[in-house]
């Protein structure tokens, strides 16, 4: 059975940085894609993606050139690196695998 589950969620001022985790456990098969998504007011946006077997990761317009994906398959982790964050990057982020969730962590983006 395949575990997921984020860590570092947080309240950050804007113009702030931030580093979620994910930590993976349970995968048998390879290769395969770790997805960030994030879910605001309206919708569940699919923001960052990477391989585990490497390549070059997927950002969506709205995180790229702020966010960065990363992975450590050494301690099966994939991470996000947020930084200049906004009010609109609030939402509870959410780590992915094929039909498998995380919980969620909360990010806030607030003065």
């Known amino acids: 059975q395949v575990q997921l589950a984020e860590s570092g969620g947080d309240l950050v001022q804007p113009g702030g940085s931030l580093r979620l985790s994910c930590a993976i456990s349970?995968?048998?098969?390879?290769?395969?894609?770790t997805n960030w998504y994030r879910q605001g007011p309206v919708e569940r946006e699919l923001i960052a993606s990477i391989?585990?077997?490497?390549?070059?990761?997927y950002y969506s317009d709205s995180v790229k050139g702020r966010f960065t994906i990363s992975k450590d398959n050494a301690k099966n982790a994939v991470y996000l690196e947020m930084s200049q964050l906004m009010p609109e990057d609030t939402a509870v982020y959410y780590c992915?695998?094929?039909?498998?969730w995380g919980q969620g962590t909360q990010v806030t983006v607030s003065s």
């Open positions: 992915n695998i094929g039909r498998f």
């Open positions: 391989f585990n077997l490497g390549g070059h990761p």
């Open positions: 349970g995968v048998t098969s390879a290769p395969y894609a």
